[in-house]
């Protein structure tokens, strides 16, 4: 709302070129600091007659300043100079330091100031204006009272320009990640809520302020944004899907990636179903359509025969446009593309139909309006307009192929991060488990009976996997099982496996399978068995290590730094290492630590759907688990550490 607006809205009747209103827009101007709404009235045409008038008034003397430096030096809203900035902040005004106060008192003090560094492209000197005045301002804006949400509307408005002035990555250098947090505060705080702001606005700005976290490396607080304002994305839009996806790639936070992949899944389920059901909602349309076109001709026929406006129109409509063509086409024969396109199509010519009010509005109105509407009736109409709305909320956005691809990019891309991200995130549960787990007394174990046990369950494993195995892997994986020795080489797995078996044995000689119960006891000896498989991995690592000479670094989780290089063997290493940690290695090396005929994928694919196995059984969620669960974890974590085994070189 512009200051007449808001002028007309409380002074009932007046006019612009009334005392009153000049008196309104000098208020505006010294007390409110609005320089840039009453600048956008001196500048209308119209105004000019009233600054005429008043010229020898010396309490306007300030608009009719402003009115003679419009006509001679400034054009609204393409340059501010200096000279206005003196009327506004006085002539000792220098807007290039900062720290100075200025005259101009209210919410609005340091729009024009903004504006000017903006218009004039000096962006550095924005973000340091927004840092040090204008966020202390609007976060402390309460969003209730009308005039403060106009005023931060106003300051939000310039943000966003500035914001696309900013997306340039040289340009981004300038902007410091506590800029990036402020702005977070601000939308957090104030923004968010302003009814004023639009919903539009509001997207482009986290669009733009996930693309700043992404250049700065903010990706953990970039998916942190995401999910608290996850309704202001549009995961239609695709460069905003990358860029969500970007910031997965380096957050390391499975729950948050989980929520970003759990939206994507329903976007594509969306599509999908929307391929799925195309054909029945060109069935429902087309079949009203033909519908039409029968109640038209029955009820209408004289008037098509005999109005040659009508006729022209009704063969237009359903012949020269194919309408009826389409209608009467096998839809299921036809290609996605093609459907897609038909469907759009028909639900365009619907609106042909839909007319609120049948009457004609001239004696010409049989020239100026469609003919179909009036041969319809309004309930007919109103049915065919509930069924093209019915069918377009179901339909997403155009480019639906190209979409579908993207979005299943991204989902694989996801599901990589998550089952690494959840892989980091069990060492340390596990970690967590076993620690629990001593506290309690338990019965010594003899080590001796349960090799035993563990050789005997080893040996008689079957792969339960739904992977298919090659004749080199299941010759590999028969061998195996017969090479516990190998497997029991790294100390740690030769503490942690034999003695979970054994405790595994006395658990379950009184528990039946049917027993539902979780149990934590149970969850301590599933602990050994996972533990199992990091120990055996960085075992296999260190082992490689002694033998060669060089080796890549292995990337660990460090939370003050992110991702980082360790050396293996190092202090680092042995700190800091996970789950997560050997998976990312293995994508990266594993044909260096595999035999001549193993393949890095396939072992990448079983330990994946290991993960997934672990996962389902909410292990990282609680110590809790019941015995059902624990059997399918204990036997697949089993063929694993054989798979493990039959396929590494060491």
């Keep these: 709302?512009?200051?007449?607006?808001?002028?007309?809205?409380?002074?009932?009747?007046?006019?612009?070129?009334?005392?009153?209103?000049?008196?309104?827009?000098?208020?505006?101007?010294?007390?409110?600091?609005?320089?840039?709404?009453?600048?956008?009235?001196?500048?209308?045409?119209?105004?000019?007659?009233?600054?005429?008038?008043?010229?020898?008034?010396?309490?306007?003397?300030?608009?009719?300043?402003?009115?003679?430096?419009?006509?001679?030096?400034?054009?609204?809203?393409?340059?501010?100079?200096?000279?206005?900035?003196?009327?506004?902040?006085?002539?000792?005004?220098?807007?290039?330091?900062?720290?100075?106060?200025?005259?101009?008192?209210?919410?609005?003090?340091?729009?024009?100031?903004?504006?000017?560094?903006?218009?004039?492209?000096?962006?550095a000197e924005s973000w340091e204006l927004f840092n040090q005045k204008i966020y202390p301002l609007c976060a402390t804006l309460i969003h209730t009272r009308a005039d403060h949400m106009q005023t931060l509307a106003r300051y939000f408005n310039e943000l966003c320009v500035l914001m696309e002035k900013t997306r340039n990555p040289d340009i981004l250098e300038s902007v410091t990640k506590k800029t990036i947090m402020n702005l977070y505060d601000l939308f957090l705080q104030v923004v968010h809520n302003d009814t004023l702001i639009d919903f539009a606005t509001k997207r482009s700005f986290c669009e733009r302020l996930i693309h700043m976290m992404k250049y700065k490396d903010m990706h953990r607080v970039g998916l942190e944004f995401y999910i608290t304002f996850n309704d202001l994305f549009d995961l239609n839009d695709i460069p905003s899907v990358i860029s969500l996806v970007n910031l997965s790639k380096s957050a390391h936070d499975y729950h948050a990636v989980h929520v970003l992949h759990g939206d994507l899944q329903a976007v594509q389920y969306r599509i999908e179903k929307y391929k799925g059901d195309i054909v029945s909602q060109l069935t429902k349309i087309s079949e009203y359509i033909l519908r039409m076109k029968n109640v038209i001709e029955e009820q209408h026929g004289g008037k098509i025969n005999e109005d040659s406006f009508i006729q022209a129109d009704f063969n237009f409509f359903f012949y020269e446009c194919e309408i009826e063509e389409m209608c009467t086409a096998n839809f299921s024969e036809l290609p996605f593309e093609d459907q897609d396109a038909m469907l759009r199509n028909l639900l365009n010519a619907m609106i042909c139909f839909y007319k609120a009010d049948k009457t004609l509005t001239s004696e010409e109105g049989n020239t100026k309006e469609p003919a179909l509407n009036l041969l319809i009736g309004w309930e007919l109409g109103n049915e065919g307009m509930k069924l093209r709305n019915r069918v377009l909320s179901l339909i997403p956005d155009e480019g639906i192929t190209y979409r579908e691809i993207m979005i299943s990019d991204a989902l694989i891309q996801l599901d990589e991060f998550l089952t690494e991200f959840y892989l980091d995130d069990l060492s340390l549960e596990v970690e967590a488990v076993i620690q629990k787990a001593e506290q309690y007394d338990l019965?010594?174990?003899?080590?001796?009976q349960a090799m035993v046990l563990l050789e005997e369950s080893f040996r008689s494993l079957h792969s339960h996997s739904a992977l298919l195995f090659t004749k080199s892997e299941e010759e590999r994986f028969e061998k195996a099982g017969s090479q516990l020795s190998r497997l029991v080489k790294s100390q740690e797995v030769k503490r942690l496996l034999p003695s979970a078996e054994a405790k595994w044995h006395e658990l379950t000689k009184d528990m039946q399978l049917d027993n539902q119960q979780p149990s934590q006891k149970i969850a301590f000896v599933i602990a050994d068995y996972v533990k199992a498989v990091e120990e055996f991995l960085s075992h296999v690592l260190i082992k490689a290590k002694a033998e060669k000479e060089n080796m890549p670094l292995l990337d660990v989780v460090i939370p003050e730094t992110g991702l980082?290089?360790?050396?293996?063997?190092?202090?680092?290493?042995?700190?800091?290492?996970t789950l997560g940690s050997l998976y990312r290695y293995l994508r990266a090396n594993g044909t260096s630590l595999l035999k001549a005929d193993a393949d890095k994928l396939k072992v990448i694919e079983y330990m994946t759907r290991w993960v997934h196995t672990v996962r389902d059984s909410s292990f990282d969620k609680n110590a809790e688990i019941s015995i059902e669960k624990a059997h399918v974890l204990r036997r697949e974590t089993l063929v694993v550490l054989r798979r493990l085994?039959?396929?590494?070189?060491?």
């Excluded at 005429?52 to 003397?61: I, M, S």
């Excluded at 980082?564 to 290492?577: A, L």
């Design 1 to 123: 709302m512009d200051i007449y607006q808001e002028f007309s809205a409380r002074h009932f009747g007046a006019y612009l070129d009334s005392e009153e209103f000049l008196d309104y827009m000098l208020r505006q101007w010294l007390l409110k600091g609005r320089h840039l709404d009453v600048c956008h009235v001196i500048d209308h045409p119209s105004f000019t007659k009233v600054i005429n008038e008043c010229r020898d008034d010396d309490r306007y003397a300030l608009l009719v300043e402003l009115s003679d430096l419009y006509e001679s030096e400034i054009t609204l809203a393409s340059q501010y100079n200096e000279t206005l900035l003196a009327l506004a902040y006085g002539e000792e005004f220098d807007p290039f330091e900062l720290d100075q106060d200025t005259k101009a008192k209210g919410d609005w003090r340091y729009h024009l100031w903004f504006y000017f560094f903006n218009n004039e492209g000096h962006v």
């Design 443 to 448: 019965k010594p174990i003899d080590q001796k």
């Design 564 to 577: 980082t290089s360790v050396e293996i063997g190092s202090e680092q290493y042995y700190h800091s290492i």
């Design 645 to 650: 085994l039959a396929d590494m070189s060491n």
